[in-house]
């Protein structure tokens, strides 16, 4: 059983560019979430997914941030026009859904984002 | 909102010695989950410990237990014979079953030899 992968581990872009990060949950989770964690803090929610729907999306998710899981399998996480201030960790999560009782999320590695 | 706070910034313990962290949460729900979870520096985050609002037992890893006062809404971590691996930052979470967590900002545990 592997656990959730997520690709890049690092990535440097230049301001105003767009980037594209991608999550691979462990296989028979149906949830899926998206966090961003920034130096000396805890995670903050971004958006989550049953399957291949989109059930909550932060208000912390400009709309130059973009989320899809396509096949309810792996999810891609965009940023477009890249800013200072979006340098930060992404991280992934996934987890059983409703009614399994296991409510615990595991994490993947996270994308270290620099914008310059 | 759910909010998450946790108290103490920085913690440092002896190796083999005791220490416990501090969390308080304010939720509406009754029904819900706490969670501890470990990350050390440059790795990933790491489930330690979880607890179910409904269970009065205090949930039990190992080393690792919690000490759950659901009338004070207060969720405390014991880590019992320090050893240096435990040293990360620790973070307090809760949920509601299956949505999205929110974490407290976290505590640093230095382990000394």
């Known amino acids: 059983d592997t656990g959730v992968s997520q690709d890049p581990r690092h990535k440097i872009t230049k301001r105003g560019q767009n980037v594209t990060f991608r999550c691979d949950p462990i296989s028979e989770h149906n949830r899926l979430y998206w966090y961003r964690q920034t130096l000396g803090q805890g995670p903050e929610f971004l958006t989550y997914f049953q399957n291949e729907a989109q059930l909550e999306k932060s208000r912390l998710l400009s709309n130059r941030f973009s989320a899809e899981r396509p096949k309810g399998s792996f999810s891609t996480l965009e940023i477009q026009r890249t800013e200072q201030g979006d340098s930060a960790m992404y991280l992934c999560a996934s987890s059983l859904g409703p009614g399994t009782g296991r409510y615990e999320q595991y994490f993947g590695p996270g994308t270290r984002l620099t914008v310059t | 909102a759910q909010t998450v706070t946790q108290s103490q910034p920085e913690m440092s313990v002896q190796e083999a010695e005791t220490v416990t962290l501090s969390c308080t949460y304010d939720t509406s729900e009754s029904d819900y989950y706490l969670f501890w979870y470990k990350q050390p520096p440059s790795r990933q985050m790491i489930l330690v410990i979880r607890?179910?609002?409904?269970?009065?037992q205090n949930a039990t890893e190992n080393r690792f237990s919690v000490n759950f006062q659901k009338a004070a809404k207060s969720f405390s971590l014991k880590i019992s014979d320090s050893q240096l691996g435990d040293a990360a930052m620790y973070f307090c979470a809760y949920n509601r079953g299956s949505e999205k967590l929110v974490f407290g900002k976290g505590t640093k545990l230095t382990v000394n030899p």
């Open positions: 607890q179910e609002a409904y269970k009065q």
